[in-house]
Every structure is written in structure tokens, then in C-alpha cells.
């Protein structure tokens, strides 16, 4: 069972705890795994480097389809619903794709001001990853909405992952392009669920080649009237055929339920896909080849066929039934499924039509007595489920005793309501056996037939182990009076795996009990099932039993298992003692704190902090003097889920006297504090703090990216200790703005140290990159009017960092400068220009400065400058590099200028090479550059 399965499972306890006793061994044993991952602080955070090698293996190696050109993805990953834990692995798997594969390059982003036109226009398909309630609609969002409308339409792409069906709610178009909305996912991420593909010859569908599937993952229940196969191509849907995937439709119109379509949009493309809940859908190759086809399809590089293939509709005297159920008689398994899909769809029609729904029934039973195939009759066996009546009873119950028909009698059977349904059943026990037997006595369980719990009682002591198991079963899932009796009866009669079985039924019998609020008899027999002669997993369901029925000794039963040695039993406990609420647990749990062993206490405080009751917060704050550095660590991770502003000194104080697992325990606790008042706190706490708590709260600003924090950093960046200076340039980066830049340039003008000058420089880099430039004109200011010479060095650097043509004139000027520091800066600076625009000048200073150091610096900027990407020819770019090779006067340069000769084969390029071949010191770099430009050119 998959670990998110598993946690789900335990969410949803409550009052669904007991609704499968037979799998309560398999919850509790994963349920003892995951409590040991909680008290060790685990948490899923994106794929772990296992698992993006998982992705790499299973992409795609290639693109089905060679773009036409190069493309871009928009993929947004925005949530504000429900946030999908398997976001960032899509995230992963479609950057792995593109790049892989060729095919496209992947941006993510969970800004909605992507999707405005200025924006969205540069791409060629925008990726719904898992997106939820998004707010996108034409009253509040208009801007963005005629964005990506006129994007789609216009002849771009848009993709769909699972909960891409999740948002459109109040923009009914984008919810019919999108072709579905979600309404509820009766199949859940915890079961395996059948998949048949409805167009095996369709190109999308390649990677299954024509093979229906099963797969465990979360499927949405989307229905009409944006779910339409008349508008939009169906590739492949929930496989209906299958028992466990037919059981969980609750309306009959999820008997269509579509994972994967098509359509066109105007001039554009929709593709989705229902797959994508459970992270290791991430990494099963035939659904990442369907989903890059299904990218390069939206993309306009893979052309597909998108006609809507629709059922057959009945007529409203409903008299095309028969005409379909003749087509079906010589029906088998793999062939076409058009007339059945048309069949299911006429049923679904029918609903409301009490008469229509009858003369189905009718012809649905007729064809039952005749001597069409298995596989069709099963077909309708099936639709009988939905539409059957108590009439159908009999003739079903004809096709119980033999075993070719009997198991898909029963499943119409056991939906059909209806004592004669019941009666049909019982008196079918006595006229089969073996499997037939075994199945009829499990449909009366799922039935919950009280009248069959004697004769199902009688055959707990048969001789066929099978129908024993089958019988204990089937009366706990009938619960009630009778059954309770008959289990306590043989409770102490049984043994071995048929005691087991006794046991979580007599455990189902408890749970039925409590969803019906008789909580005091739900309470008498989980403790009798908690004696401790019983097995251990049962004593754990047992104790589950209690904790929900409110018995008052179970807190004191858990505290006791916390002294014990029992780790299986510890896990539980700790789990439960999270999940049950009130102050008077808490305090009960805080008294007995300091008297448990290690062990135990770091499990209570992991119990505490999920309790999030502040209550516990003082006794949490004593563990972390603790002699124990478990215990210790323990608390402190507590604290950053109970904790407020009154334990920011603490916690500061804390990171800056430990180190290891103790130190990033109090940071990410202090990181992650809750209350208004914190920030606040944090910022206050500076003016007091000596230099090493300074340093961890100055962190703190940058991490929970408290933007009031920037005026006092601006002080402590003048701080006597030069840890402290550095840490608040550092973080003034993050939480600093264009209106911190006067104050961060007389920083650095004033700066004594080379260290904080760099550190000032960065941050000011920085914030001019994030505010494109926004205060340019405060730095060439300063460039400008600054006379010492280290400042205006650095100036230089940031200028030549930011790129701005803006400040060419400033740094031209320099070059020109009597003072040597200053023009070497310029030189760095132009050097570091984005293209090549400051080229001339660099080669200038290169032929007429007298200094070496200047020259090397210079031809050295003006190979890199002309060697960038440019819409020069190959054999211009070769002049220029001629041009840097004629002045080159060492054999480095001249070297440097052959290195990147090959990046521009041409003519010019390979002459060139041959030419410095006759030069022994560049012989061997000349040779070399000499053959790759031949392998360039395939000559």
C-alpha cells in the first residue's frame, strides 16, 4: 500500500474505522510504519533522487513526432484547493520529458499573470498540472481569461493532468473545453481500478498497444454535460466490465466515465487526462509516452484524428433495445464494444422513466434465457445491477447453481433490492456448492440479510475451510443482534486463521454498533476483544474501537503502552493520543510526559505537536533542556507547531548554541512559528541579541520572507560582528526592494572590507534583477558623482553584472580613466555584458593599452563577447576573431581564440586554423580545431 494510500486511510478513520475489518491487520501493520516515520519528522516533499531516476527511466527516449519548430510549455502548477502531494513530481517528469525527448522546453510556474496575452502568447501550450479552484473566471479574472481563450482558439494548446477538471466552475466555456468538471472520485487512490481502451487504433494510444489495463490511482466522476462523447474523442474510459470498478458507481452516469479525450478547439487542441493522483503513475512509462504524445498532439506537431465517436441513442418508446441486445448475442471478450457502449447509454436515458426502465428490464431477461454468449450476458448482467427489479429475482436465480453464469448472477443480484432478492439467495445454498456456494454466501454479507444469519452460523463448523470463512465473514458484515450472538457463541470455539476470522467480524459487529451511536454496547465488545490473551492486531483494532466510542480508560491504556517496550503497540498509540481531541487529554498527557523513557517522550511530544494544542507548550519547552538529544530534538520540532512569539528568543538561542540535527531542529521550528506576532518579534529581538543569535534571527527574516524586516538589516549590515554584516546582505537580497538600494549603496561606498563590499554588491545586483532595473538610475549615480576608488570599482561590477546599455557611457568613461583599478574594472565589467555590443571597445584596449594585464583582460572579454549566440554569419564572427588573434601576443590568447573557432565552421574558419598550424606553440590546439571544423562541415 502505497505511504499516501496509507495516511488517507488513517484520515478518514473516524467513523469509517471498521468498515473493512478484514483488512484491519493489513491498515494497522502499515499504520505501525507510518508512526515510526512521524516521530522521525517525515514528510513527502517532491521526488526523492531514487525517484527522478525512476521518472528519467521511464520517459520517453524520443518524440513520436519531430517539432516543427522549437517549442515551449507553460506548465502552472497553482492550487487553491486541494494541493496534489504528486504536483512536483509532474512538476519533474514533463521538465524530464521535453528535454529528453527533444520535444519541447518545460517552464513552471504558479503565477496566473502567465497567462495574460503579453505573457502566454510566447508558448505553444499551456499544462493544467493538478491545478485546483483556481478562480480563473470572466468576472474576476477577465485579463487572464480572454488570455488563455484566445490562446486555445486561436490555435495554441491545452493539456489537462487528473485535477485540471477541478476549477472551471464559474466559467462554464473553459469548463466544456476542458470536457469535464469534477463532481466527486468514487474511485479512490487506494484501489486498483480497470481501464479499456475505446480506440486502440487512434495514434495517442500507441503505448498501450490495444491492451486494457488496470491501475491504481484516483479517478474523477465528471459526467454531462461537459463530459460528452458527442464533443470531444474518447480514448479510453473506466473498463465497467470489471466487478470492483462497476461497484463503486453510484450514479448512472458514471457507468461512462472518460480518462483520457481529445478535441479541437477553434483553431486549437485539447488533450487530457484523468491519470496523475499517486505519485508512481509519474513513473510507469506507457502513460508518460501517452501524455508526451498527448503534448506534442496539443503542441500542433503530432496531427490526430478528434472525431467525436458517440454511442447510439434509444428512442423514446425505448423499442431499440432489442435491436441492440440481437447485435450482442455472438458477442466475445475483444471485440468492438460500440453496441454495448450504446446499450449502457440507453439505460442511462431510460433513468426517470419508470416505464421505459421496465420494458428494458424485460428484454434484458429474455435475453438471459436465450443462448447468447457468456461474455454478453455478463454485459448485461451488469446493466441489470442499475436497473433490476425484484422482478428479475427468479430467472437470476437460475443461473446461480451453474458456475459458468453463477458469479454474474449474483453480482446483478446483490444490487438489486428486495426480499425476493434475499429469498432467491438462501434457498440457492441448499442446491449448490464450492465456489457457487462460497460466492452466494458472500452476496447475502454485502446484502446484509439478518434472516440468513442462523444457516450462514451452522456452516461456521463445515468441513470445507472455504465456506467456514466465507460464512464468519458474511455475518460480520451483517452485524446486528443475531449476528453478534451467533459470533460470541463461537468466538472460544475456533482456532488458527478461522478464530482470526471470528475476531474481525465480531470487530465489524462493534464498528456497525458505533456508526449507529450505541456507542455503550460498541464499548463492551471492543473490550472483551482487547483481552490480552487475544492477538496483538486485534487488541490494536480493538483499542482503535474504544478510542472512537469514547471510552474514558483508553487515555489511560495508551499512556501505559507508552511505557512499555512494544513498538508496534507504542505507534498505535502515539496515533490515536494525536487524533483524540480535548484539554483534559492534553493535560493528562503533559502530567506524564517527564515520566517516560526517552523513547517514549520523543513519541508524546510527536503527539503533542500533532494535537496542536499550545496547552502542552510549557512542559514541550522543558523537554528541550533534556539530557537526551532525542528528546530534545524532539521538542523542538513541537515547538514550531505550538509555539508563538514567546519562544522566538528560545529558539534562536537554541540554533545558535547547537549544531547538527539540534540546530536545524530549533531553525526550522523558528522558520515556521506561527501568530501574528512573531515576525514582529523576530525583528524586535535583533536590537538585544548578541552577534550569533543575530545571525540565526537575520536567517530567519530571509526564510519566512518577512519584507518589514529590511530597514533594521540595513543597521545590522553595520554591525560590529562581520558574520552579521555578511548574513543581512545576504538576506536583504531576498526581502529587500528598489527602495533599499540608496541606503545599500552608501553601504558600500563606506564599506571598509572587501568581504561586505562584495556581499553589499550582491545584494544590490540582486534587487536591481528582480525589479528589472527599477533603480538603475540611483547606481549610475553613484557611478558617476563617487570618487574612492574601491566604490567606484564596485559599481563597475554591478554594472557589468546587470547588462543595462544604459551604462556603457559610465563605463566607456572608465576605461578612459588615469586611474588603473578603475579601467581594469571597466574592462571586467564589459566583459561581462550579455552580447557584444561593448566588443570594439574591449578590442581597442586590447591593441593601445600599455599595461599587460589590461591587454590580456580585455582580448580576453572581447573573444568571449563575440563568441556569444548573435544573428552575425559564421564567417563574420570569424573576422572578429581574426581581428583578436592579430593582436594576440601570447600563445594563451591566440589559443583561446582557436578553442572557439570550431563553434563557427565556415570556410573562413578552417583557413584560419590551417594558418596557425605552422606555429609550433599552437600546433596542437591548431590541429585540433582544424578537425572538428572539417567534422562540422562533413568534409
Known sequence: MKLEIILDTVAKKGKNMGKNSKAISIILICLWCV?????????????TAEEIQKIKQAAPVKATARPGQPRKLLVINLCKGYKHSSIPYWDVALEIMGKKTGAYTAVISSDLNMLKPSNINQFDAV????????GLNPNDTPEMCKGLMDFIKGGKGIIGIHAATDNFYKWKEMAHIMGGIFIAHPWTAGGTWAIKIDDPQHSLMKAFKGQSFKIKDEIYSTRSPYYNRGKQRVLMSLDMSDEKTRAKVKNPEDIDTGISWV???????????????????VWTAPILQHYLDGIQFAMGDLPVDTKPIAGTVVS??????????????????????????????????????????KRIEKGFLRFLKSDATPASKQFVCRQLSIVGTEESADTLA???????????????????????????????????????KIGIISTLGVRGDSKSVSALAAMIKDSDSEIAAASVTAIGQIAGAEAIAALEKVRNQTSGPLRQLVLDAYLRCADKLLDQGKSKAALSIYQKAYHSSEPALIRIAALYGMAEAGGEQVTNILIDILKDDDRQMQAVAIGLLSEMSGSKITRSLVRELPGLRPLGQVQLLSALAKRGDAEALPAVVKQATSSSAE???????????????????????????????????????????????VDQTIIDNLNRAEAKVKVELIRSIGERSIKAGAAKLLKTAQDSDGTVRRESFKVLSDVGGAEHLSALLDLLIKAQYSSERKAAEKTIVSILKKTENAGLGQVLSAATSVTEVKARCSLSGILGKIGDNRALPVLRKALADSN????????????EWPNATPATELLSVAKTDTVVVRQVLALQGYIKLVSLPTKRSASQTVKLLQDGLDIAKRPEEKKAVLAVLPQFACAEALKMAKNCETDSALAAEAKLAVEKIRKALKL
Open 35 to 47: 508512526g515510526q516515520m512521524a516521530s522521525a519528522g517525515w514528510a513527502a516533499k517532491g521526488p
Open 127 to 134: 499544462c493544467l498540472n493538478n491545478t485546483t479552484k483556481l
Open 263 to 281: 478535441k479541437k478547439v477553434g483553431k486549437g487542441r485539447l488533450f487530457y487526462c484523468a491519470l496523475g493522483h499517486n505519485h508512481d503513475v
Open 316 to 357: 423514446e418508446k425505448g423499442s431499440n433495445i432489442d435491436s441492440l441486445l440481437a447485435r450482442i448475442t455472438k458477442y466475445d471478450y475483444g471485440q468492438s464494444r460500440e453496441t454495448l457502449s450504446a446499450i449502457a447509454k440507453a439505460v442511462r436515458e431510460a433513468y426517470g422513466s419508470s416505464a421505459k426502465l
Open 398 to 436: 437460475g443461473m446461480l447453481a451453474r458456475p459458468q453464469t453463477s458469479d454474474i448472477a449474483r453480482f446483478a443480484l446483490e444490487r438489486i433490492p428486495g426480499q425476493a432478492v434475499d429469498e432467491v439467495l438462501r434457498g440457492a445454498l441448499s442446491k449448490t456448492t464450492g465456489k457457487e
Open 631 to 677: 528528546v530534545r530534538i524532539a521538542a523542538l520540532e513541537a515547538m514550531g507547531v505550538l509555539g508563538n512569539e514567546t519562544i522566538v528568543s528560545f529558539l534562536a538561542q537554541a540554533a545558535a548554541s547547537n549544531t547538527g540535527e539540534e540546530q536545524q531542529a530549533a531553525r526550522e521550528s523558528l522558520y515556521r512559528l506561527r501568530g501574528n506576532k
Open 820 to 831: 588603473g583599478d578603475v579601467k581594469r574594472a571597466a574592462i571586467l565589467a564589459l566583459s
